[in-house]
């Protein structure tokens, strides 16, 4: 089972994409567990989670997110803009494996 985090300022933005995410790993038979959450609540969630996905309006808070994943030890991606913009779950959700497989 894989845990993937969402981050965006509010947590709100990205539920949307969660559920996409879903629908395409049940369709490939991957397990996960994806849940998003607001950037006041990322620092802790990140220890639950096995990749820390972060939205494109919060690329500037990148590198204090990575102190900490770098803690935990997962990797923290930037959502790719135009994904995000057309809530395209099966290509955040594929990027989202590549990274953990690469780590």
Not at 48 to 72: C, E, H, Y
């Amino acid at each position: 089972m894989k845990n993937i985090l969402l981050a965006c300022s509010s947590g709100m933005s990205t539920s949307l994409l969660v559920s996409k995410m879903e629908e395409v790993a049940k369709e490939k038979g991957v397990e996960v567990k994806i849940w998003a959450v607001g950037q006041d609540k990322a620092m802790t969630e990140m220890e639950n989670a096995d990749i820390l996905l972060i939205g494109p309006q919060m690329r500037f808070m990148k590198k204090k997110f990575s102190k900490v994943a770098d803690k935990v030890g997962i990797p923290l991606e930037v959502i790719d803009p135009v994904a995000y913009g057309r809530v395209d779950g099966k290509a955040v959700l594929e990027k989202a494996l590549e990274t953990m497989e690469e780590n």
